[in-house]
């Protein structure tokens, strides 16, 4: 993998969709937002993909340097890229003729509260 020092993107501010699931009922709209998220994080290759953003050096990393650890082509890696980012998970920016993903900490952060306990 290429290490690039690069400024991280810029990322979207995410609102908490929800109280935690133990401390309340989950309303319509809450659940359809964490359905989504749950169901990218479905697919082992997503898991992958995100943990490689989570953990990128400098905050981004090219698209073209994630094929190699999830063993993927590169249709098939923005293909789960784009999953991500429409549920909320990842954001992306197109940097010349690449495309620079990074995790969004504040979606990761939100799932988590979802699911703490009281």
Excluded at 38 to 62: K, M, N
Excluded at 78 to 102: C, D, I
Aim: net charge neutral; with cysteine.
């Amino acid at each position: 993998m290429t290490v690039r020092e690069l400024p991280v993107l810029n990322q979207p501010e995410v609102v908490a969709c929800c109280a935690p699931l133990a401390a309340e009922v989950l309303a319509a709209p809450g659940a359809k937002v964490l359905a989504r998220q749950f169901a990218a994080l479905g697919d082992p290759v997503r898991l992958q993909l995100l943990s490689l953003l989570a953990t990128a050096e400098g905050g981004a990393i090219c698209v073209c340097d994630l094929t190699e650890p999830v063993g993927r082509t590169q249709g098939t890696v923005s293909h789960h890229l784009r999953v991500l980012v429409e549920s909320g998970l990842a954001t992306s920016e197109k940097r010349g003729r690449n495309v620079w993903y990074a995790v969004v900490p504040g979606a990761l952060e939100a799932l988590r509260a979802a699911l703490a306990t009281r």
